[in-house]
C-alpha cells in the first residue's frame, strides 16, 4: 500500500512529510489562462517537484456546479467537445511530462437519456483511453456518488461497463470508497460487495468519509477525514490492491487522520 493525498490538502513540504505519493488536481494548478495550457508553469511545477521525494498522479478537470471551480474547465466526459477533449488530453500530456503513471477521470452526466449518455461517454473514453496509451499513461475511471441522480457509473457494474466496452488495457478503475459509501446508503455490507465486484479492475483509490446520506451540501459528499464518518474501512482489503490510496480531503491533519487508519490497516 502506498499511502498518498490531495494537493488541495496542504503544501508540498507539509505532504511530503506524511505521504509518499500526491495527486496534483489540475483545475487547482493554475496552469490555465482560461482554456490556454501555460506550458511553462507545468515546467516550473516539473522543477519543484524534483526535490521532492513524491511520486504523483493528475486528476484531471472535471464536471463541478461550485462557485469556486474554474467554470472554463468544467468537462462531462459523455459531451466532450473539441474544447474539453483538449483539455483532457492536455492532463494525459501533462501526467507524461511529470512521470505520472494514473489521471484520474470523472464519468459522464447523464443529461436526458441515460442509455445515450453512457454511449457518448464510452465513444469519448475510447479516444481518450487511445490518446494515453501512445503516452504510456493509465486513466482511472471513478465511480460517482449516488446521491446525484445524473451521475453515470455509480455502481460497480456500471463502472466495469465501461471499462469493459471501451475495450483498452489504459483504462481501469479509480475506486472511491466515499462515493461508493453513498451509492450504498453507508450499509457497510453493501460497500463491501462493491469493493469486491471491482477489484479486478482498480488502479487507483480515493479515500475519505461520510455519513452515507445525501445532504444539500455536495449530495452528501464530505470528503471528510477517515472515522469523521460511517465508513468500514477494513472493506479496502477487498481490494487486494497495492497501490496508491489518496487521501481525498482538505488538510493536513486529515491526511494525518486518514494515514493512522490505512497503516493500521495495512500492518493488520
Known amino acids: 500500500m502506498i499511502i498518498g493525498a490531495s494537493s488541495f490538502a496542504g503544501t508540498l513540504p507539509e505532504l511530503e512529510r506524511e505521504v509518499e505519493s500526491i495527486e496534483l488536481y ?18 516550473k511545477i516539473k522543477d519543484t517537484l524534483s526535490s521532492y521525494d513524491l511520486s504523483t498522479s493528475i486528476h484531471a478537470p472535471y464536471f463541478s456546479d461550485v462557485p469556486n471551480y474554474p467554470h472554463e474547465l468544467i468537462v462531462d466526459t459523455a459531451r466532450l467537445n473539441d474544447t474539453t477533449e483538449k483539455l483532457m488530453k492536455e492532463s494525459i500530456t501533462i501526467a507524461e511530462a511529470l512521470g505520472s503513471g494514473v489521471v484520474v477521470i ?12 453512457f454511449e457518448n461517454m464510452v465513444s469519448g473514453l475510447s479516444c481518450l483511453s487511445k490518446f494515453a496509451e501512445d503516452a504510456n499513461v493509465i486513466l482511472g475511471l471513478e465511480n460517482k456518488e449516488g446521491t446525484d441522480p445524473d451521475n453515470l457509473c455509480i455502481s460497480a457494474a456500471d463502472l466495469i461497463k465501461a ?11 479509480t475506486f472511491d ?9 453507508g450499509n457497510q455490507g453493501k460497500l463491501r460487495e462493491f469493493a469486491k465486484e471491482l477489484k479486478n479492475h482498480v488502479v487507483h483509490a480515493h479515500i475519505h468519509d461520510n455519513k452515507g446520506l445525501w445532504t444539500e ?32 480531503v482538505f488538510s ?3 491526511v494525518r487522520a486518514g494515514k493512522k487508519i490505512l497503516s493500521g490497516l495495512n500492518n493488520g
Open 177 to 185: 470508497i466515499g462515493h461508493a459509501n453513498l451509492t450504498c446508503e
Open 26 to 43: 489540475i483545475p487547482k494548478l493554475e496552469v490555465y489562462e482560461g482554456t490556454k495550457l501555460i506550458k511553462s508553469r507545468v515546467s
Open 252 to 254: 493536513v491533519d486529515d
Open 217 to 248: 451540501k455536495f449530495w452528501g459528499d464530505l470528503h471528510g477525514a477517515p472515522g469523521t464518518g460511517v465508513i468500514d474501512f477494513s472493506i479496502l482489503k477487498e481490494l487486494r490492491f497495492n497501490g496508491v490510496y489518496n487521501l481525498e
Open 106 to 117: 470523472h464519468p459522464g452526466r447523464i443529461n436526458g437519456d441515460k442509455d445515450r449518455a
Open 163 to 173: 471499462i469493459e466496452k471501451t475495450g483498452s488495457p489504459n483504462l481501469r478503475a
